[in-house]
C-alpha cells in the first residue's frame, strides 16, 4: 500500500524547496486540484493492483519520480495560488481588487500572501464567522457600499495584522461589543453612513491603537464617554450629521471633546437635532451653564433597577408600562433655556458698568454740590454788600444828629 511506503533522505531533501515557507499555507485546496490529485492517486493503485506492488516496490526509481513530481506541483501550486475569477490581483502590492463585481460573497480562493483586499461597491449582504480565514496576512479591507446589515462577533477572526477597516454604506443597525476583539492591530475604522443608533461602551483593548474614527452620517443620539475614553490615541474623529439629543447626557462628550481639542485631536462639528431651543446650534458653543445633572430615576416600588434614593416624599406612582420597562420621562433630561444664564463673564461685565455708572453719578452730584455751595457764597456775599451800603447813610446822619444837640 502506499501508505507503508516512505521516502528516504535523499527524496525528501529534493521536495524541500517546493515546500512552501511557513505562514502561507492554503488551508482549503481548489477543486481541481483535489479531482487531480485523486485522479493520480487512483492510477497508482491501479499500477499497484497490475503489478502486484509490494514493500520493495517503493524503491523503484521511476516511482519515486513521479511521487516527487507530483509533491512538487501541489507544493508550488499551494504557494503560487490562484486568483478568484472576478478580481485582479497584483503580486508586487499584495493587493487584490474584486470591487464593482456584484459579487454577493467573499470569493474563497483568495491568495493566501493578499495583504490588500477591496470588496466595495458589491451585494455582499451577509459574512459568516472566519470569513477571511484564507487570508491571514490581511492589513486593509474595504468592505464599503455592500449590503451588510449585521456582522456576527466572529467574522474578523484570524486577523491579527488588520490595520484598516472601511465599512461604509452599508445598513449596519449596531455594533457588538466582541466585534473587534480580534483585531488588535486595528489603526483606522470607518463606520460612516449606515444607520447605527448605539455603539458598544466597551469595546475592550482592540480600540486602544485607534488614530482614526469616522461615525456621520448615521443614528446616534448619544455617545459614551467610556467608549471615547477607550480610544486613548485617536488623532480624527468624525461625528457629524447625526441625531444629536443635547440634552443633560451629551455633557460628556462635550466635556471630553474640549479636551481632546486642547490636546490637538482633530474633529468636525456636532449639531444638535434636538431638543427644539438648540436645533442647528453647535454642542461646543453652547454654554455649560445651561446643562443641569440628570435626575436620577424615581424610587418606584414597582421599578425593575429598584433603587432608593432614600427620599422622605413619596414619589408619584408612575404607569404600569414605565414600571415594567424601567424607563424614565425623557423630558426631564431635556434643557431648560433661561432667561438670564447666570456667568461669571456677565457678573464681571455687570459690576464694571455699574461701577462706571456710580461713579459718574457720584461726580455729577459733587459738581451739583459744589455749584450749590458756590452760587450760595456769591449770593450772600452780594447780599451783604448791599446791606451794608443801605445801613451807611443812617449812621452818618445819626452822628450829626449828636453832634448838633446842646451839651
Same mark, same amino acid.
Given at each position: 500500500m502506499?501508505?507503508?511506503?516512505?521516502?528516504?533522505?535523499?527524496?525528501?531533501?529534493?521536495?524541500k524547496?517546493?515546500?512552501?515557507?511557513?505562514?502561507?499555507?492554503?488551508?482549503?485546496?481548489?477543486?481541481?486540484?483535489?479531482?487531480?490529485?485523486?485522479?493520480?492517486?487512483?492510477?497508482?493503485r491501479?499500477?499497484?493492483?497490475?503489478?502486484?506492488?509490494?514493500?520493495?516496490?517503493?524503491?523503484?526509481?521511476?516511482?519515486?519520480?513521479?511521487?516527487?513530481?507530483?509533491?512538487?506541483?501541489?507544493?508550488?501550486?499551494?504557494?503560487?495560488?490562484?486568483?478568484?475569477?472576478?478580481?485582479?490581483?497584483h503580486?508586487?502590492?499584495?493587493s487584490?481588487?474584486?470591487?464593482?463585481?456584484?459579487?454577493?460573497?467573499?470569493?474563497?480562493?483568495?491568495? &493566501? !500572501?493578499t495583504? =490588500? %483586499?477591496? #470588496?466595495?461597491? /458589491?451585494?455582499?449582504?451577509? $459574512?459568516? +464567522?472566519?470569513? *477571511?480565514?484564507?487570508? &491571514? !496576512?490581511?492589513? =486593509? %479591507?474595504? #468592505?464599503?457600499? /455592500?449590503?451588510?446589515?449585521? $456582522?456576527? +462577533?466572529g467574522? *474578523?477572526?484570524?486577523?491579527?495584522?488588520l490595520?484598516? %477597516?472601511? #465599512?461604509?454604506? /452599508?445598513?449596519?443597525?449596531? $455594533?457588538e461589543?466582541?466585534?473587534f476583539?480580534?483585531?488588535?492591530?486595528?489603526?483606522? %475604522?470607518? #463606520?460612516s453612513?449606515n444607520?447605527?443608533?448605539? $455603539?458598544?461602551?466597551?469595546?475592550?483593548?482592540?480600540?486602544?491603537?485607534?488614530?482614526?474614527?469616522a461615525?456621520?452620517?448615521?443614528?446616534?443620539?448619544?455617545?459614551?464617554?467610556?467608549?471615547?475614553?477607550?480610544?486613548?490615541?485617536v488623532?480624527?474623529?468624525?461625528?457629524?450629521?447625526?441625531?444629536?439629543?443635547?440634552?443633560?447626557?451629551?455633557?460628556?462628550l462635550?466635556?471630553?471633546?474640549?479636551?481632546?481639542i486642547?490636546?490637538?485631536?482633530?474633529?468636525?462639528?456636532?449639531?444638535?437635532?434636538?431638543?427644539?431651543?438648540?436645533?442647528?446650534?453647535?454642542?461646543?458653543?453652547?454654554?455649560?451653564?445651561?446643562?443641569?445633572p440628570?435626575?436620577?430615576?424615581?424610587?418606584d416600588?414597582?421599578?425593575?433597577?429598584?433603587?432608593?434614593?432614600?427620599?422622605?416624599h413619596?414619589?408619584?406612582p408612575?404607569?404600569?408600562?414605565?414600571h415594567?420597562?424601567?424607563?424614565?420621562?425623557?423630558?426631564?433630561?431635556?434643557?431648560?433655556?433661561?432667561?438670564?444664564?447666570?456667568?461669571?463673564?456677565?457678573?464681571v461685565?455687570?459690576?464694571?458698568?455699574?461701577?462706571?455708572?456710580?461713579?459718574?453719578?457720584?461726580?455729577?452730584?459733587?459738581a451739583?454740590?459744589?455749584y450749590?455751595?458756590?452760587?450760595?457764597?456769591?449770593?450772600?456775599?452780594?447780599?451783604g454788600?448791599?446791606?451794608?451800603?443801605?445801613?451807611?447813610?443812617?449812621?452818618?446822619?445819626?452822628?450829626?444828629?449828636?453832634?448838633?444837640?446842646?451839651?
Amino acid at each position: 500500500m502506499l501508505t507503508e511506503c516512505a521516502f528516504d533522505d535523499q527524496t525528501s531533501a529534493l521536495c524541500k524547496p517546493c515546500q512552501p515557507p511557513a505562514g502561507q499555507f492554503v488551508l482549503t485546496l481548489h477543486t481541481l486540484l483535489a479531482l487531480l490529485l485523486a485522479t493520480l492517486i487512483e492510477n497508482l493503485r491501479l499500477r499497484e493492483v497490475g503489478y502486484a506492488f509490494h514493500e520493495k516496490a517503493c524503491g523503484d526509481s521511476a516511482m519515486k519520480g513521479e511521487l516527487l513530481l507530483l509533491w512538487c506541483a501541489l507544493a508550488l501550486l499551494r504557494l503560487a495560488g490562484s486568483c478568484p475569477e472576478k478580481c485582479r490581483c497584483h503580486s508586487s502590492s499584495r493587493s487584490v481588487d474584486c470591487s464593482r463585481q456584484g459579487l454577493a460573497e467573499v470569493p474563497q480562493d483568495l491568495p &493566501p !500572501q493578499t495583504q =490588500t %483586499l477591496l #470588496l466595495q461597491d /458589491n451585494q455582499i449582504g451577509q $459574512l459568516p +464567522a472566519f470569513a *477571511f480565514r484564507s487570508v &491571514p !496576512q490581511l492589513t =486593509t %479591507l474595504n #468592505l464599503g457600499n /455592500n449590503s451588510l446589515s449585521h $456582522l456576527a +462577533a466572529g467574522v *474578523f477572526h484570524g486577523l491579527q495584522h488588520l490595520q484598516v %477597516l472601511n #465599512l461604509t454604506q /452599508n445598513s449596519l443597525h449596531f $455594533l457588538e461589543s466582541r466585534l473587534f476583539h480580534s483585531l488588535p492591530q486595528l489603526r483606522e %475604522l470607518d #463606520l460612516s453612513s449606515n444607520d447605527i443608533r448605539h $455603539l458598544p461602551t466597551s469595546p475592550g483593548k482592540p480600540w486602544q491603537n485607534l488614530t482614526v474614527f469616522a461615525v456621520q452620517q448615521n443614528q446616534l443620539q448619544h455617545l459614551d464617554r467610556a467608549l471615547l475614553e477607550s480610544m486613548p490615541r485617536v488623532r480624527l474623529l468624525l461625528l457629524k450629521d447625526n441625531l444629536w439629543k443635547c440634552n443633560c447626557h451629551l455633557l460628556s462628550l462635550k466635556l471630553w471633546l474640549e479636551k481632546f481639542i486642547y490636546k490637538g485631536g482633530v474633529t468636525d462639528s456636532v449639531i444638535c437635532a434636538s431638543p427644539d431651543p438648540w436645533k442647528g446650534e453647535d454642542l461646543l458653543k453652547i454654554p455649560h451653564e445651561l446643562y443641569q445633572p440628570c435626575p436620577f430615576p424615581s424610587p418606584d416600588v414597582g421599578s425593575s433597577r429598584g433603587q432608593q434614593l432614600g427620599s422622605a416624599h413619596r414619589p408619584v406612582p408612575a404607569s404600569p408600562e414605565s414600571h415594567s420597562l424601567g424607563e424614565r420621562d425623557p423630558s426631564e433630561c431635556e434643557l431648560k433655556p433661561k432667561p438670564r444664564p447666570a456667568s461669571l463673564r456677565h457678573a464681571v461685565a455687570t459690576v464694571i458698568i455699574t461701577g462706571v455708572v456710580c461713579g459718574i453719578v457720584c461726580l455729577m452730584m459733587l459738581a451739583a454740590a459744589i455749584y450749590g455751595c458756590t452760587y450760595a457764597a456769591l449770593t450772600a456775599q452780594y447780599h451783604g454788600g448791599r446791606l451794608a451800603q443801605t445801613n451807611e447813610p443812617g449812621k452818618m446822619e445819626g452822628k450829626e444828629l449828636c453832634a448838633g444837640s446842646p451839651a
